[in-house]
């Protein structure tokens, strides 16, 4: 692992369990086993430090929710496919979770920065846009569609890493169909 990477993986490791502003550079430096002047090098400020974080689990998340997926797979397989793929990345990557929960938001992240976040989105805002288009899902703003389903992805994520459920395999696939419940659409009238 070069040092620029170092100094990115400590940074968040300290981050999350200390928070932003409980991380000096002179820890992550120690910690990452480089000279603070080499931190600067690579990055301007600490800010720099916490927008790659950012982008790089932005992107990552990004790859793997489009994983396992098959082109002959129904909608609603493919939706929830993306969601088994966020809950599995989540749960095998907690720093990343955790970073995007706690610190990466407002005021440390800038909405200029989660712009910057949108091409790595851009297949799964098509997916939600088709699926409204087609009928498949409610006719609603994706973005509110995608928070929707991160909220609860986020929430049985919680419960797994705090050990409040054991979040087996049929909780898990119960979650994902509430969630697909709340957004699929539907014209039934018979409950309006």
Same mark, same amino acid.
């Given at each position: 692992?070069?040092?620029?990477?170092?100094?990115?993986?400590?940074?968040?490791?300290?981050?999350?369990?200390?928070?932003?502003? /409980? %991380?000096?550079?002179?820890?992550?430096?120690?910690?990452?086993?480089? /000279?603070?002047?080499?931190?600067?090098?690579?990055?301007?400020?600490?800010?720099? @430090?916490?927008?790659?974080?950012?982008?790089?689990?932005?992107?990552?998340?990004?790859?793997?929710?489009?994983?396992?997926?098959?082109?002959?797979? %129904?909608?609603?397989?493919?939706?929830?496919?993306?969601?088994?793929?966020?809950?599995?990345?989540?749960?095998?990557?907690?720093?990343?979770?955790?970073?995007?929960?706690? *610190?990466?938001?407002?005021?440390?992240?800038?909405?200029?920065? *989660?712009?910057?976040?949108?091409?790595?989105?851009?297949?799964?805002?098509?997916?939600?846009?088709?699926?409204?288009?087609?009928?498949?899902?409610?006719?609603?703003?994706?973005?509110? @569609?995608?928070?929707?389903?991160?909220?609860?992805?986020?929430?049985?994520?919680?419960?797994?890493?705090?050990?409040?459920?054991?979040?087996?395999?049929?909780? @898990?696939?119960?979650?994902?169909?509430?969630?697909?419940?709340?957004?699929?659409?539907?014209?039934?009238?018979?409950? /309006?």
């Amino acid at each position: 692992m070069d040092k620029k990477q170092r100094i990115i993986l400590t940074m968040l490791e300290l981050v999350v369990k200390q928070g932003y502003h /409980a %991380t000096p550079m002179s820890q992550v430096a120690k910690e990452a086993n480089v /000279a603070v002047g080499t931190i600067y090098h690579y990055f301007e400020t600490k800010e720099k @430090i916490i927008e790659a974080i950012f982008l790089m689990v932005y992107k990552d998340l990004s790859v793997v929710l489009l994983t396992n997926m098959k082109p002959d797979d %129904t909608y609603k397989k493919k939706f929830t496919t993306k969601l088994h793929n966020m809950y599995n990345y989540f749960t095998s990557n907690p720093l990343a979770f955790y970073f995007i929960e706690y *610190v990466g938001v407002p005021p440390i992240i800038t909405p200029e920065m *989660v712009k910057k976040t949108v091409p790595f989105y851009k297949k799964i805002t098509d997916f939600f846009l088709e699926g409204i288009t087609e009928k498949r899902v409610k006719n609603m703003d994706e973005t509110l @569609i995608m928070k929707l389903c991160y909220g609860l992805i986020s929430s049985v994520v919680k419960l797994k890493i705090k050990e409040e459920l054991p979040m087996d395999q049929k909780q @898990i696939d119960q979650s994902i169909e509430a969630c697909w419940d709340a957004i699929k659409y539907s014209d039934n009238k018979l409950f /309006a």
